[in-house]
């Protein structure tokens, strides 16, 4: 019981630090309107998760818009 215990505080502690962790990689990071970055689906790899892809049709012929891929081994379907 008390290992167990053990964990889910480490597990609190650890989630803790990475939320701050991330917040100020957040308020450091240079951010532009134009950037924008996609990720494939973690299970149907080449696919676009489906909120992911609306918004990527919706930008993906202004060429003022840096496109980032993230791959999961395949290529997007178009």
């Not at 609190?12 to 308020?27: E, Q, T, V």
């Not at 973690?42 to 003022?64: L, M, Y």
Request: glycine share 6%; no cysteine; net charge positive.
């Amino acid at each position: 019981m008390d290992a167990d215990w053990m964990i889910l505080m480490m597990m609190g502690i650890y989630s803790r630090w990475l939320r701050a962790l991330w917040g100020i990689l957040d308020l450091v990071s240079r951010k532009e309107a134009a950037w924008w970055a996609f990720s494939t689906h973690h299970i149907r790899t080449g696919e676009f998760i489906e909120n992911q892809r609306a918004v990527f049709e919706s930008i993906k012929a202004d060429p003022q818009n840096q496109k980032n891929y993230f791959l999961s081994g395949k290529t997007v379907k178009s």
